[in-house]
């Protein structure tokens, strides 16, 4: 498995990583798509919006893990700068998560990591978030559900600390979620490891 910057022709394995990684989110986000009559398929929307529009949620910030077999996963990140560029498409689902990247300003916020179902187990998520690290100039952050055992215990063993809950607003009868989670980790120090284990 190698970890390498993704191209453009990547953009419809982003954007279907990316709903695994936000549980569906970003198909229900992407629905806006659909209603406007602009596209069949909200997954269509996201791999031109990856593709063709230039901003946070762009092919050029994300990272892809590749084996033999082909893209196993990637990871999404930027700067978070607290400006309108920041924020996605407009829906009252996201308005909990938004509050909380307002608490990450100055933060290398990882949008989105995620594997492939059968990739997973090896090692690729912990890859990824440990790349992302390494291309953080400062402190990083990342938001999951407090459902998602898994996640949490990975970004905990990484040194994220949780800094603050906002309410899950469901958008599907499929999640058990009750809390997003803001997890921050300080910047490492030039020996790579976190500025407070120094």
Do not use: C
């Not at 077999?69 to 607290?82: E, K, P, R, Y």
């Not at 440990?130 to 407090?146: K, V």
């Amino acid at each position: 498995m190698h970890i390498r910057p993704a191209t453009r022709a990547d953009s419809a394995d982003i954007v279907i990583l990316d709903d695994i990684a936000s549980s569906g989110l970003a198909s229900h986000v992407l629905q806006v798509g659909v209603r406007e009559g602009k596209y069949d398929r909200p997954l269509e929307f996201g791999r031109d919006g990856y593709a063709f529009i230039d901003g946070l949620y762009s092919w050029k910030n994300v990272l892809i893990a590749e084996t033999e077999d082909g893209i196993a996963g990637m990871s999404l990140s930027f700067d978070q700068t607290g400006g309108p560029g920041d924020k996605g498409l407009p829906d009252p689902v996201l308005d909990p998560l938004e509050a909380l990247k307002a608490q990450a300003v100055g933060t290398r916020m990882i949008d989105s990591v995620a594997v492939y179902t059968r990739f997973r187990g090896q090692g690729i998520g912990r890859a990824l978030v440990e790349a992302e690290l390494a291309r953080a100039t400062g402190p990083s952050s990342i938001i999951t559900d407090d459902a998602n055992a898994r996640a949490l215990t990975l970004y905990q063993s990484l040194g994220f600390g949780e800094q603050a809950r906002a309410p899950f607003i469901a958008f599907s009868d499929n999640h058990a979620a009750t809390h997003w989670v803001l997890l921050t980790r300080p910047a490492r120090n030039p020996r790579g490891a976190p500025a407070s284990a120094q």
